[in-house]
């Protein structure tokens, strides 16, 4: 009961921290220069936030539309990868619907809380779709009165998530460990050469260090 | 092109990345070694996201410092929520003292 517990609290409180990203996402899309429709169907539709973030960047950025829509597939193909693992541990009838919720966020509640995946994917899910939507709205039609998110620290709140989530795997598995050096070793040493998203992506080559041996 | 088409296809796009994992045929879920690789590759992913977010566009000062206190906080076995809380605070306390 108490592991279910555990997962609920995560699910509601990465909605809710999580949720407040929303917020700089909506400010930025109008501010590039879509309008308060498309930002909202952007989050109601796309629900991935780096690749959202990505769009509106490359938008007001002025750059053709073809490569800012590649650009964001980039950053959504992680997401692809997380579903071969939720594959084994969600229901496959409400595949479709869950397949909309497969994200960084609701991935790693429900990766970390092994015996209520489904507990912790799916109340993650619920809680940050509302928070996402409603903070894009909002941001979208007062752009100009939101602050710059930084200024509360919010932009700390996504990796201590993540650090947050990834914790008791950390401390618990040696090899976890050495994956995940192996995965930001091979993030950082990318990223000022490659394109965002192919970093994270080639960290996967990371888990490939496991399997070799 | 329209920007209309543009959102559309990456919200359509997005989806189907999302969809094709999860899809995934159940006779190369069920093999050993993808079995091994679906379960291990989340942790690399969000330790180079983690790591993206943090430094992708460059040091700094405050979010460093908020990271390090998540960290701290981890150590001492405080509930996620504060874990949160602690890194918001600290990053955002030193960038109004002007850190």
Known sequence: MSARNDAVRAGLGVGLAVGFSGLAFGAAAVTAGLSVAQACALSLFAFTGASQFALAGAVAGGGALVPAVAGALLLG????????????????????????????????VAFAHPGEAKTGFYTTFASLYVTWNLATLLAALGASQVADPTVFGLDAVGPATFLALLWPRLKESAEDRKVAVAGVVIALAATPFLPAGIPVLLAAAGALVVLVR | MNLWWAVIATCVGCYLLKYAGLAAPRKILDRPAVQRFATVVPVALLAALIAVQSFGQGFDAPRTAGLAAAVIALLLRAPFLVVLVVAALVTGLLRITGM
């Open chain 1, 77 to 108: 193909a992680r997401n692809g990868l997380y579903g071969l693992r939720l594959a084994t541990l969600l229901p496959s009838r409400l595949r479709a619907l869950t397949a909309h919720g497969i994200i960084d966020e609701t991935s790693a």
